[in-house]
């Protein structure tokens, strides 16, 4: 059996190329940007005026100059104005260029206004003060954004402010999850004493839902023809298929046997791992990739969040950085097996702690949303200390 590492090595090896699309501006949230972002002029594009005040010449000031005869407004938006006597002053609000022929912004806080003439109250005035220069964030043409990061609503800003009404992302793979097993009934119907409701397709359509990736949902017979026919006729609308149950060794796990019949070159199937030791991994014709997720609902998620996130992330270019929290407290587990243990984290004097949430085994979905993240703890190890630092997957 491969270990955690090296399944996770194998399924990165499989990353796809997804190209790129075109999206408008709002749709890009959430995206990984696959194109930089430059200035289109200098930010600002112009001296602007920081306070509502007066706008002077800092020399006239220096040379003993405090009440200014008021010459007109320069409100934001409208053409720079110029001010024609040095010893006067324009009225200026933020937001607007600064007057040609003044250097310096004095807040209406320390000025007396009365009759056209302000007054400057403040002790000293510097050339320069309460403007924002042209070109001081950035100049036209500079790089203000790099491709390859997620789109958040300060890059859309950035997008907004450069005229960008649309922007290049990567597009995302088309993907269908599909749940198996007769003993599942969709969540509407009431079930059967010897039904249950199906939860995993939900859990993973609504993490990929906020990941912005389109997906299907359907739902696979322990049937093994009807199951490969209708794996059959999903296929070709998909590159990704995210399946749950039917991997381990039941009488009615027939989901390799009706991949196979698909095409499926398998990469791996069990992981040295608890929980999720029956995922299967492989290829599929056109390039496509199939992850056969444990059926057991806590297996499904753990093996999504471990292995799918960083083939997706992988996919589209994203860069992650690996994460350790410390044990809170001791653990023991002797089965030569990685051990991937729910957690809650809290923050003490800047350490990440990882306390375990008490659960009762990998079917037990309602624990799992207690837990803040997945503390990976290695194989080759039985007991595990409290302040041992150990990988960790945010959920
Ligand atoms: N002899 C062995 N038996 C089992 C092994 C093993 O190594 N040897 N592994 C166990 C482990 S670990 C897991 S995990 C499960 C995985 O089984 P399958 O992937 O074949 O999944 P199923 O048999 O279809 O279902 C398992 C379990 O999960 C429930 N389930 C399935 N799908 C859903 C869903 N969409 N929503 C909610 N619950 C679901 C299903 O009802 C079963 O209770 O195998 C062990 N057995
Ligand atoms: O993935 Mo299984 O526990 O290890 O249910
Ligand atoms: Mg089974």
Redesign the pocket.
């Known amino acids: 059996m491969i270990s955690v590492d090296e399944a996770l090595q194998l399924v990165l090896q499989h990353k796809m190329n997804l190209g790129t699309e075109e999206v408008p501006l709002l749709q890009a949230v959430g995206r990984v940007l696959a194109q930089e972002v430059t200035a289109d002029r200098d930010l600002p594009p112009f001296d602007r005026v920081t306070m509502d005040g007066i706008a002077i010449k800092a020399q006239s000031f220096a040379s003993g100059t405090r009440s200014f005869h008021i010459e007109k407004i320069q409100a934001a938006g409208s053409p720079q104005t110029a001010l024609a006597t040095a010893e006067n002053c324009i009225e200026v609000m933020t937001g607007a260029m600064l007057p040609a022929n003044t250097d310096a912004v004095v807040p209406y806080e320390v000025c007396e206004i009365q009759n056209q003439v302000a007054t400057v109250l403040a002790a000293k005035v510097t050339s320069g003060q309460n403007i924002h220069r042209q070109g001081s964030d950035s100049t036209a043409g500079s790089i203000l954004v790099s491709g390859g990061v997620t789109v958040t609503p300060a890059i859309i800003g950035t997008l907004a402010s450069v005229g960008m009404h649309q922007a290049k992302v990567y597009r995302m793979p088309r993907v269908a999850i599909c749940?198996?097993?007769d003993?599942?009934v969709d969540v509407e119907q009431t079930p059967l004493p010897h039904q249950?409701?199906?939860?995993?397709?939900y859990v993973l359509a609504a993490a990929l839902q906020e990941a912005k990736v389109p997906v299907s949902l359907c739902h696979l017979p322990?049937a093994p023809e009807t199951m490969q026919q209708e794996l059959a006729a999903i296929l070709p609308q998909h590159e990704v298929l995210l399946l749950?149950?039917?991997?381990?060794?039941?009488k009615?796990?027939f989901?390799p046997q009706g991949l196979e019949k698909l095409g499926l070159a398998t990469v791996f199937h069990k992981i040295a791992q608890?929980?999720?030791?029956?995922m299967l991994f492989g290829k599929l014709p056109e390039g496509k990739v199939v992850f056969?997720?444990?059926?057991?609902?806590v297996?499904?998620y753990v093996c999504f969040q471990l292995y799918f996130w960083p083939w997706l992330k992988a996919s589209l270019g994203l860069k992650t950085q690996p994460q350790k929290a410390q044990l809170a407290q001791p653990i023991s587990f002797p089965p030569a097996l990685g051990y991937h243990v729910p957690v809650t984290l809290t923050n003490e004097n800047g350490v990440l702690q990882a306390l375990p949430v008490k659960t009762s085994g990998?079917?037990d979905?309602t624990s799992l949303y207690k837990a803040d993240a997945l503390l990976s703890l290695p194989a080759d190890q039985d007991e595990f200390k409290a302040g041992e630092s150990f990988p960790l997957t945010l959920l």
């Open positions: 749940s198996t097993g003993e599942l249950i409701r199906r939860s995993n397709a322990d749950s149950g039917a991997v381990s060794k039941g009615f796990d989901l608890k929980p999720g030791k029956p056969g997720f444990p059926g057991n609902p297996s499904t990998s079917g979905l």
